[in-house]
């Protein structure tokens, strides 16, 4: 028998070096959509009282659209309703 040993360099590849590139890339986008008002800051700067309205809103809706819907479609119906109580 012999056994076969295969040695991989330890320093940084070639893709080890573009994927540290994009990431870092990435990271700086990520902070400049947050710094210029994008989604992230205004998900987190939203007071509670503001989201529940919003959620209670749009279950109004779901609501409403399923029972729109429950003469031509009662599975459709079921559905919107199951959205709506998550």
Known sequence: MSTATITQAQDKG??????????????????????????FVHDAAQPASVAARASRASRRELLALAANAESHSPALSAELRNIASK
């Open 14 to 39: 070639l893709r080890h070096q573009f994927a540290e590139t994009a990431r870092t890339i990435r990271d700086f986008a990520i902070e400049l959509y947050a710094a210029h008002g994008g989604w």
